[in-house]
């Protein structure tokens, strides 16, 4: 049987409400340094044409029924022709974003400021955690739990009579790390710099150094030729017609 404990109200005046008070205050300074770390160099402009195209090409897609199929037609040939298209990207043409990040120092001190200010802020926080507080039992979560959460929840007490839902100080450093992430939304707004997760998706989905815009050419490019074109407005009538009917029915 999991052994229950008592926990002092010290435990909360000094472990509990500090380290979930340095967190959020940890995470706001590190939006602000990340802003003004963040270089102010304008994309160029062939960066904006691309990131226009794949706008206008989303729109043309969402509104398609909206225009006769010979508009339709024109407007696709325009964008996808293999000669000239807007959206042709030749093979030899592709960009290299890794090469490119070797090429632009700016790009490679960007990533390494986005990586500084996720890396050392975390590693000083946990050491700074790990020092202080290892070994506390902090807080008790209340409702049962499975054993399965006894790793997770209760990293630094080897202790397997310690009911599951008792949460050591470390195991509160890693929940108020990723489930924080809401309050700094609401706090910093959604576009912040506080947001691991999503900057470590966005290096993966990029392959690490950025999004490729070839492949967003290029996916924009299969999407619009595989649409089935029907107009709507030849059968406004009658839906119109079957709207007013049901409304004075």
């Known amino acids: 049987m999991a052994e229950e404990l008592v926990l002092d109200t010290a435990i909360r005046n000094w472990?509990?409400?500090?380290?979930?008070?340095?967190?959020?205050?940890?995470?706001?300074?590190?939006?602000?340094?990340?802003?003004?770390m963040r270089s102010t160099q304008l994309p160029d402009a062939k960066s904006l044409k691309e990131v226009q195209l794949v706008m206008r090409v989303r729109n043309l897609r969402a509104a398609a029924a909206l225009i006769p199929a010979r508009s339709f037609r024109a407007r696709r040939i325009y964008y996808n022709n293999e000669e000239n298209g807007l959206l042709h990207v030749p093979k030899g043409q592709a960009q290299n974003m890794q090469a490119q990040m070797f090429t632009d120092p700016n790009m490679a001190m960007d990533m390494m400021k986005k990586n500084l200010s996720m890396i050392i802020p975390?590693?000083?926080t946990f050491a700074w955690v790990n020092f202080f507080f290892s070994g506390f039992v902090a807080a008790k979560i209340p409702f049962p739990l499975t054993q399965r959460f006894r790793s997770m929840l209760q990293n630094?007490?080897?202790?397997?009579?310690?009911d599951v839902s008792y949460v050591s100080s470390r195991s509160w450093y890693f929940l108020n790390l990723f489930?924080?992430?809401?309050?700094?939304?609401?706090?910093?707004?959604?576009?912040?710099?506080?947001?691991?997760t999503q900057r470590m998706m966005q290096m993966q989905m990029g392959g690490g150094f950025g999004n490729d815009p070839s492949k967003s050419l290029s996916a924009e490019k299969d999407g619009l030729d595989i649409i089935q074109h029907e107009w709507a407005l030849p059968q406004i009538e009658q839906r119109a017609e079957a709207v007013l009917r049901s409304l004075t029915s």
């Open 15 to 36: 472990v509990l409400v500090p380290l979930s008070v340095v967190m959020v205050l940890i995470g706001i300074l590190r939006h602000f340094v990340s802003k003004l």
């Open 156 to 162: 630094g007490i080897d202790l397997s009579t310690v």
């Open 122 to 124: 975390q590693t000083l």
């Open 179 to 196: 489930g924080l992430r809401g309050l700094f939304s609401l706090i910093l707004g959604e576009e912040n710099a506080t947001d691991d």
